[in-house]
């Protein structure tokens, strides 16, 4: 049997790529749209594949985000990156 040895890669570095991209975009505390978000960090990162995460594409793996520094709209069509007095 083979095996992948190709270590998968971090999730905190799209973490830092959402964060930038939000910062650079729209700033904190401010909702930004998903889509708008994912198609602006495709034209930053072309070389992101969100299949090495599990995932299809990158909206998938912004809402699967799990930080005390991100909040998702309860139809998680929007993103914002909250300070970090705020939680």
């Known amino acids: 049997m083979e095996r992948d040895l190709r270590k998968k ?6 973490l830092k790529i959402v964060h930038d991209v939000i910062i650079d975009y729209r700033g904190l ?3 930004t749209s998903i ?9 930053r ?3 992101l594949n969100p ?3 599990g995932y299809q ?11 005390k520094y991100f909040e998702l709209d309860t139809d998680k069509t929007q993103i914002k990156l909250l300070s ?3 939680k």
Not at 57 to 67: G, L
């Open 45 to 47: 990162n072309p070389d």
């Open 9 to 14: 890669p971090s999730f905190a570095k799209v």
């Open 84 to 86: 970090i007095k705020e």
């Open 57 to 67: 594409n990158i909206q998938e793996i912004i809402k699967a985000i799990d930080s």
């Open 51 to 53: 299949r090495i995460f």
């Open 35 to 43: 889509n708008l978000l994912a198609i602006e960090i495709a034209k």
């Open 29 to 31: 505390n401010e909702w």
